[in-house]
């Protein structure tokens, strides 16, 4: 796997991401997002489930699913399947899943989500941020994969719809914020320039396009 950027584990893919930092104003789009991510979750222990290269500033252990990821992040890691998580019931007050499900045959989705309930304490929170497939998103993507301004595609199992993902929460978790992120700005995120990253204040007015979901569902207390 060392010299390949993606695999098919047991159905699911896995992959070396692109370095998003050679993508300035997707960084900046992707930090945005992990600062809403911030503002929901609850204070205490957190997992980030599939974290690529840059595990969220809020974490304290990440799984990951392709193996050099986890040996190099500097917060405790390990490789795995979120199908079945190694960590014992009521282990966290938080996980985390950024941009990941899509990569999952949709059959393993529930699955996933109900291991994150299982380790959550009561009370406890996950955050979801998934890729939207709006018109505009597929047009353009389409259009970027086509030019080869985008690497191979390997989204074989598509992007979730809003509803898919919100969905997916309330099926093990009461439902406690919902939005989509976007705008028609992402086409400038592909760009390596330096310059790029001052449309971050026009990307953050123009948020009209559904690009991604992001969802959050809790715990319920126990009686």
Known sequence: MSEATWDVQDGAIVERPRDVQQHPLLERIYQ?????????????RTLELAFGQHMHPRADIGLEGWPS?????RKPALAGDARSLPFDD????????????HHVPPEDRERIVAEAARVLRPGGRL??????PGLYRRLTKGAAFR?????????IY????ETAVTDLVE????????????SPLMLASISESDRSARLLDLYER??????????????????
């Open 206 to 223: 123009t948020q009209f396009v559904k690009w991604w979901t992001f969802a959050v569902g809790e715990v319920p207390p126990t009686n």
């Open 32 to 44: 945005r997002h992990d600062r809403l991510i911030a503002d929901r979750l609850p204070a205490g």
């Open 158 to 161: 598509g992007h979730l719809s």
């Open 69 to 73: 990821n986890a040996k190099t992040v």
């Open 90 to 101: 009521d282990s966290f007050d938080a996980v985390i899943g950024r941009r990941f499900l």
């Open 147 to 155: 030019l080869g301004a985008l690497d191979e595609d390997t989204d």
């Open 127 to 132: 955050a979801l941020l998934e890729g939207t």
């Open 171 to 182: 099926a093990a978790f009461d439902l406690v914020h919902s939005q989509t992120l976007g």
